[in-house]
Every structure is written in C-alpha cells, then in structure tokens.
C-alpha cells in the first residue's frame, strides 16, 4: 500500500531536477512580460529607452540579469535532460544527467558573472 504523503521520494535527485525546472520555469515566464514591457520602451522613442536603461545600471538590475541567465541555463539544461530520457535509452545515466545539468547552470552563471565584473 503507498501513502500519499510520503516524503522519501523528495530526497530523490529527480525530485530536485524537476523542482528546479518547474520553478525556473515558472519565474522566466514571469520574467517575460516584464521583459517585453522593456523592449516596448524604444516604441516610445529613444529618450524612453534611454531613460529605462539609466535605470537598470545599477547593482539590484545587474544581480537579477545574473539570475535570470542562471535560471535560463538550468531551465535549458534540465529540459535537455527530460528529452534524453524521454528519447535515450540509457536509464542508468540520469542521476549523472542531474549533476551536468547543475554543473552547466553554475559555469554559465559563473561565466555570466565574470563578464558582468570584468
């Protein structure tokens, strides 16, 4: 008999990837209309735009870019990783496909930040 409440399963590495493809998910596509507000600055010339970008150069706007591209590149990664199981026949190499996802989110967001100090 299976309890419905059982909470083993979340200590399970897949438990982890799908909870951060869900969230990082869920906050890019609350990302998107705010970024698409951005974009509709320059319709209403370059002195909106510019106005706008005036206010994203400080250090709060830089940090959220930063955690945007991270949350994009685990939110690609931990995609890439379902259609390899979905698709490859190699069920033994999930928990490895966990930990490359999660190492390339941290590189590109470790890359990322390099390129916002240097």
Do not use: C
Not at 36 to 55: E, P, Q
Not at 75 to 93: K, N, V
């Amino acid at each position: 008999m299976r309890r419905s409440n059982d909470f083993r399963s979340r200590n399970h590495p897949a438990y982890w990837a799908f909870l951060v493809h869900r969230l990082s998910g869920l906050v890019l596509g609350l990302f998107l209309p705010v970024h698409f507000w951005a974009l509709s600055r320059a319709i209403h010339g370059a002195a909106a735009l510019d106005g706008f970008l005036k206010l994203t150069d400080n250090a709060f706007f830089k940090f959220s870019e930063w955690g945007v591209v991270v949350l994009l590149s685990l939110h690609m990664m931990g995609g890439i990783r379902l259609l390899l199981i979905e698709f490859g026949g190699q069920p033994g190499l999930r928990k490895n496909w966990i930990a490359g996802a999660g190492g390339f989110g941290i590189a590109v967001g470790l890359a990322f930040a390099l390129a916002l100090i240097g």
